[in-house]
């Protein structure tokens, strides 16, 4: 059996032979796909585009009522995603839509918006519209996943037949995997930082470690420090150092600490020079004196406004008849 040879080309289109269309030039690399495994599953049509994001109105209207496979091959790294659909035209023209890959919901998204679309090909397989439509894309997207084990697929099995129920312990599986892997360290990028901990997904570093999505963001875009301390990176800094060497439980102690004095310090920085510190006393318990390192502070604690708070210091009445207001 002579191996069916694909790869991708440069705006070349495929010549016929047959019931195929086979490609003309391609690059070295080859998988083992075969023709008669392809005959028996009844592919009519192969495409390839070199150039999808440029190529798309030529793509949709070639595959427009079309059921069969799509490859999407990363350029860069080679990775791999197997999809299928009944209507590949509506499922590939999601790919082009921002609104769709800005969400991020699926790995294959996560790619698209790091590696950005135009670092990828796109390869379509149609079916014989004559065959059962139900389970016909199904089979070739299982075939393309067996064999191309491909790294954007993790679910590695094809489609969502109404016969397939997952486990609870597969859909935590499925969902940790599907995650982007966030490495948190101690230390500068430059001064070889000391890996601390390695988080799943950055769902569980959100419920971890309490870290607001827009400051995760920011870290990983910008470098920066994470409460002046942690480095937080979406790659391994070091690929030979990938061992944690905190628990979770150890790491999350550590950041609680760190927090507290961070918060302090912050609020130490944003107290205006003239700004006075207020003393309040609760004249119904002698010993519960609270201080505020600013006016702002004051009112925020007690919800209520800096000049309401002004105007009791000003008249020493008694703020709901407990509290005694009055500058340091």
């Known amino acids: 059996m002579i191996p069916f040879s694909f790869n991708y080309i440069y705006n070349v289109k495929p010549q016929r032979f047959g019931a195929f269309y086979f490609l003309t030039r391609f690059y070295s690399q080859n998988y083992d796909i075969h023709n ?7 592919v009519t049509n192969i495409y390839t585009f070199d150039n999808p994001l440029t190529q798309r109105k030529e ?20 990775h791999q995603y197997v999809g299928s659909s009944k209507i590949l035209h509506t499922r590939i023209s999601a790919y082009f839509m921002p609104s769709i890959i800005s969400k991020q919901s699926r790995y294959i998204e996560r790619a698209f918006h790091r590696y950005k679309i135009i670092n990828f090909t ?26 191309l084990n491909p790294k954007y697929n993790i679910l590695k099995i ?14 935590e599986n499925l969902r940790l995997a599907r995650g982007e892997k966030i490495y948190i360290y101690f230390g500068h990028k430059e001064t070889e930082p000391t890996l601390l901990y390695t988080f799943l997904s950055r769902t569980l570093i959100y419920q971890q470690l309490k870290i607001h999505h827009v400051t995760l963001n920011n870290c990983l875009k910008n470098n920066i420090l994470y409460l002046d301390h942690f480095l937080i990176q979406s790659e391994l800094i070091n690929k030979d150092n990938n ?14 600490k760190v927090k507290v004095s961070y918060i302090d310090k912050v609020n130490q920085t944003k107290i ?34 800096k000049s309401t708070i002004k ?9 709901n008849n407990q509290w005694l207001f009055k500058f340091n």
């Open 36 to 42: 008669s495994d392809l005959q028996k599953l009844e």
């Open 59 to 78: 793509i949709i209207k070639l595959i427009k009522n079309c059921i069969g496979v799509y490859i999407w091959t990363n350029k860069l790294n080679n």
């Open 122 to 147: 796109l390869t379509v397989y149609t079916l014989n519209l004559g065959i059962n439509n139900d389970i016909s894309h199904i089979n070739l997207e299982q075939y393309f996943i067996t064999k």
């Open 158 to 171: 094809a489609g969502s037949t109404p016969n397939y129920i997952r486990t609870d312990n597969h859909k």
């Open 243 to 256: 061992i944690n060497t905190l628990s979770l439980e150890q790491l999350q102690e550590i950041v609680d």
């Open 272 to 305: 205006h020079p003239k700004s006075q510190s207020v003393q309040v006393s609760n004249l119904n318990n002698p010993e519960e004196i609270l201080k505020f390192a600013s006016l702002t502070k004051a009112a925020k604690y007690y919800n209520i406004d």
């Open 311 to 319: 105007n009791y210091i000003n008249t020493g009445k008694l703020y």
